[in-house]
């Protein structure tokens, strides 16, 4: 289709909005598209929005292509008639409903459960913002077939999504999702959509689920002698205008923790999320107001989630009193260590335990695994795939925890998504245990990098929006499969990980080997030299990732700044070879 061809599809599409069955201010925007933006006219447009994997994300605003009650409306039309479908023996479908503070995420939650309801189909649907972690503990608890959080995670505040979930309380995997987009593309027309609620349908809950959540979340303490002991820990706390407002420091609270300086500023729930650019917990932009307050107050422990509580940033003082951010490496190894040692000192290993990580997560977690004699798992990028290997291994091993690189971590199986709420306590009894032990976090974390070596990771997201760039992440994924680098840093590439192609190639000896892995859009080089860098389009932003893994030698704690100064400018050159940004 040419670009006239484009515009005059646009404009078609575009004029039908215009009309009745759409709302009058649906109508007007459309209209002032057509009449003073064909840019955005075109953008708003020029395709469906895409129901993915996991479901819906987008800017919002009108237009088959942006998020609105239109688009999240046919969606969820096209997921009742696979959940009638597919549940169609059982007396009563149920799903559970929670949204965050973005804006419109009351408006859109509300809308889906008029749908599910006119569609006979029994809702529980949280009275305010809750954790998106909660939601997946909601579905295990009232034995629910499905759930759907509306919350756009940690993008710009221009987002909302749409996030499905799966009996088993995960997002949705192979087979369901490839069947639940092949309905939801058949939802053709907004007249075909039920929306018409049935109230008597519709259960709010609220008080009483946080409660259950939280109980079952203080289970999981390793150290609450130790946590008592140090109550006065002095932690900051920001849901940065979040839905961690309040589970955050009641989970705390709940660990022994008595001390937790807010933010006022950032507990303000709202979606412009006027204090910071962006959300996002991986960026230390975000992190500002939590770092001078820190600072100020002369704190223990800085924490920082996103808008719908499931990731969370980490800071901690180094040796020289300054604050500095962890990335979700480095925390994340922090987490597996202590928790297998804690495990190891009480007696609870028994040989059958597993832990799980992502493809393009430090394989430091790896090497702890294997130091304490716990199996270690792993999968494609994604948590929901940390919950599928849960699911695939219940009843003959037990998940310990698992964590990827973008910030999430998991502990115990009652959730089956990453839990900000959970990892904010441990992350507490951590810090309450290093100082029991005469350490702080920061020394504990170079520590573990003496023992194991020192690794070190870097992520480089390019960002490319609109159709065009959709069209250029294409283009540079087929670069790196049709003329993969020979070698990386001087280090000759050994192995080629094509995960869309499920095979890998060992480019010495040119043998193939099955991967056993799921088809995704991945390519991985590793070389001789243990450096790994990954390669992959993201699945919720418009962005290309480049993910940079190497390891040096650390004999002991004073050689790290030496030792990451190495690994820094390795890093550094690798990128220039290889041409990116």
């Not at 295990?140 to 959080?149: A, P, W």
């Not at 716990?374 to 964590?403: C, D, M, N, P, R």
């Not at 192995?495 to 040119?510: A, F, P, V, W």
Request: charged share 25%.
């Amino acid at each position: 289709m040419n670009e006239k061809e484009i515009e005059m599809m646009v404009l078609e599409k575009a004029k039908s909005w215009t009309k009745p069955p759409f709302d009058k201010e649906t109508r007007e925007n459309a209209n002032y598209l057509i009449e003073n933006d064909k840019k955005e006219l075109i953008e708003s447009f020029y395709r469906e929005l895409e129901f993915g994997t996991g479901g819906l994300r987008g800017i919002m605003g009108v237009g088959s292509n942006r998020m609105n009650i239109y688009t999240v409306g046919m969606a969820t039309q096209g997921l009742c008639n696979y959940l009638i479908k597919q549940f169609n023996g059982i007396p009563e479908i149920r799903v559970a409903i929670a949204y965050d503070s973005r804006n419109n995420s009351k408006l859109f939650a509300d809308t889906v459960a008029n749908i599910f309801s006119a569609n006979n189909i029994k809702v529980y649907l949280f009275e305010s913002l809750r954790p998106t972690p909660e939601l997946s503990f909601t579905i295990r608890t009232f034995k629910c077939q499905c759930g759907i959080v509306i919350t756009a995670s940690h993008n710009p505040k221009e987002y909302n999504g749409y996030k499905v979930y799966w009996e088993d309380g995960g997002q949705i995997v192979p087979p369901h999702d490839k069947n639940i987009i092949a309905e939801v593309q058949g939802i053709k027309d907004i007249s075909t959509v039920k929306l018409k609620g049935d109230c008597n349908l519709i259960q709010t809950i609220g008080s009483e689920m946080d409660e259950i959540y939280l109980n079952t979340l203080a289970t999981l303490s390793l150290s609450p002698e130790i946590n008592r002991k140090h109550k006065n820990l002095k932690l900051v706390y920001t849901p940065i205008h979040g839905s961690g407002v309040d589970l955050v420091p009641r989970a705390l609270k709940k660990f022994g923790f008595e001390k937790i300086i807010s933010i006022p500023k950032q507990n303000v729930i709202d979606g412009n999320f006027p204090t910071v650019v962006s959300p996002n917990p991986e960026e230390s932009a975000a992190l500002k107001l939590a770092l001078d307050k820190a600072s100020e107050k002369d704190a223990d422990l800085i924490m920082a989630t996103d808008p719908d509580a499931d990731r969370v940033g980490i800071g901690v003082k180094n040796d020289d009193g300054k604050f500095i951010l962890l990335n979700g490496n480095q925390a994340a190894s922090i987490l597996i260590y202590y928790i297998l040692r804690m495990w190891k000192e009480n007696g609870k290993l028994s040989g059958k335990e597993f832990i799980v990580k992502t493809i393009v997560t430090t394989d430091l977690l790896a090497d702890i695994a294997n130091k304490f004699g716990v199996e270690h798992y792993e999968v494609l990028t994604g948590f929901k795939y940390i919950a599928e290997k849960i699911k695939s291994l219940e009843g003959e091993k037990t998940f310990i925890a698992g964590g990827e690189e973008s910030y999430g971590y998991l502990v115990g199986d009652s959730i089956r998504d990453k839990d900000a709420v959970i990892s904010c306590a441990m992350f507490a009894e951590i810090t309450a245990w290093a100082k029991e032990n005469g350490k702080s976090l920061y020394q504990l974390l170079l520590e573990i990098y003496s023992e194991f070596g020192l690794y070190k990771e870097h992520l480089v997201s390019l960002t490319l929006k609109g159709k065009e760039g959709v069209e250029e992440i294409k283009a540079m994924m087929v670069k790196y499969r049709t003329n993969p680098p020979k070698t990386i840093d001087g280090s000759p590439v050994q192995l080629y990980h094509d995960y869309l192609k499920q095979e890998t190639i060992n480019l010495q000896s040119g043998a193939k080997t099955k991967l056993n892995l799921p088809k995704s859009d991945v390519v991985q080089f590793i070389s001789a030299d243990g450096t790994k860098v990954s390669v992959r389009p993201s699945g919720t932003e418009p962005k290309i990732k480049f993910y940079f893994g190497v390891k040096g030698a650390m004999k002991s704690t004073k050689d790290y700044a030496n030792a990451v100064k190495e690994l820094d400018d390795k890093i550094t050159r690798i990128i220039k070879e290889l041409n990116i940004g």
